[in-house]
């Protein structure tokens, strides 16, 4: 399976890919994974010019691609002002409107303070179910005071087990699954409710008593 990893940490070391990195490694502790990282600080002109020209250079349509054709995301952005960064934002403006579609996803990010920890909730989160996702019920948020401290690598490991568990039950729905399949499963199984349904009522009428009548029937009698 395909794991892209999104990292829109813009210093050298970046906090913001050490935590991509480390979500990663625990994803690929439970499920094998080949592995992609996207760091936007590369593309960051690429994506400037995709805006005024409308075309994207090799390099973003390469990242773009990986992203369409990915089993699951780990996108992790800075905070800058309450909420994720602009290159942050941008590279998912410049993604086809379908691209995340049904896709398994962990947002995370990291801050100076945990006064912005809920950036994951108020920002993150509705974004990416804008755009149609999956996201995984555990979002991971790392303070500085978090690195080396108790909570974080339990944070890290059970958001990564949603993580795997997502990517490994839509890819086992796909195996050896066509479209036609699928859509014959579905009109079999909307046949047995139906005939579940049949069965249920006896094949009796059913009566229909209006509501005035029902209300009257109730009404003390004078």
Do not use: C
């Not at 070391?13 to 990663?24: K, M």
């Not at 699951?72 to 995340?100: E, H, N, Q, R, W």
């Not at 990416?128 to 500085?144: E, I, Q």
């Not at 568990?165 to 859509?183: K, N």
């Amino acid at each position: 399976m395909k794991l892209v990893v999104v990292s829109a940490g813009l210093s050298v070391p970046s906090s913001t890919r050490l935590l991509a990195d480390r979500l990663a490694a625990a994803v690929g502790r439970r499920t094998p994974v080949e592995v992609r990282v996207v760091e936007l600080r590369e593309l960051a002109v690429e994506i400037a010019h995709f805006f005024t020209n409308g075309f994207p250079g090799k390099a973003l349509a390469t990242a773009q691609e990986a992203v369409a054709g990915a089993d699951g995301l780990i996108v992790v952005t800075p905070v800058f002002s309450a909420s994720y960064s602009g290159l942050f934002k941008s590279f998912f403006d410049v993604l086809d409107k379908d691209a995340l579609a049904g896709k398994p996803v962990l947002v995370a990010a990291t801050g100076g303070s945990a006064r912005h920890s809920l950036v994951l909730e108020h920002a993150l989160r509705p974004l990416f179910a804008y755009l149609r996702a999956v996201v995984v019920p555990t979002a991971v948020y790392a303070a500085s005071e978090d690195w080396g401290a108790e909570g974080l690598e339990s944070r890290i490991e059970r958001a990564a087990g949603e993580l795997a568990g997502l990517m490994a039950g839509l890819s086992g729905t796909r195996v050896g699954t066509g479209t036609g399949a699928a859509v014959a499963g579905t009109a079999e199984k909307d046949r047995a409710a139906g005939a579940a349904g049949e069965t249920a009522r006896g094949g009796a009428d059913i009566e229909v008593v209006p509501f005035a009548e029902q209300l009257a029937a109730l009404s003390p009698r004078r």
